[in-house]
Nanobody, 125 residues
Framework: QVQLVESGGGLVQAGGSLRLSCAAS????????MGWFRQAPGKEREFVSA????????YYADSIKGRFTISRDNAKNTVYLQMNSLKPEDTAVYYC??????????????????WGQGTQVTVSS
């Protein structure tokens, strides 16, 4: 079992930055693929980014590539999402997730076994 708790969301102006954190409990964190998804009002949950358990491989959605950076600290059981140059369309609830698979499949919900409760990010224009 892996329990996930997100933090770091909030209200920011367009062009600003936020860093989301996801603290994980459970022995399997260091071997887990970690991901971030987001869901805007009235829209389906969408993939944002994922990082392999080694930290050496990552995936990014095209919509955030070059602006967001995912990283992890296995010693602290924490994964981060640094979000720069935020846009109003980045407004959403952001979810941290953990799974055991790697490869292109990690861009889909089905690759993950555990989800956090989410943290709200609101970007004002």
């Amino acid at each position: 079992q892996v329990q996930l708790v997100e933090s770091g969301g909030g209200l920011v102006q367009a062009g600003g930055s936020l860093r989301l954190s996801c603290a994980a409990s459970g022995r399997t964190f260091s071997r887990s693929t970690m991901g971030w998804f987001r869901q805007a009002p009235g829209k389906e949950r969408e993939f944002v980014s994922a990082i392999a358990w080694t930290g050496g491989s990552t995936y990014y959605a095209d919509s955030i590539k070059g602006r967001f950076t995912i990283s992890r600290d296995n010693a602290k059981n924490t994964v981060y999402l640094q979000m720069n140059s935020l846009k109003p369309e980045d407004t959403a609830v952001y979810y941290c997730t953990a799974g055991s698979r790697w490869g292109p499949v990690v861009t889909g919900n089905a690759a993950y076994d555990f989800w956090g409760q989410g943290t709200q990010v609101t970007v004002s224009s």
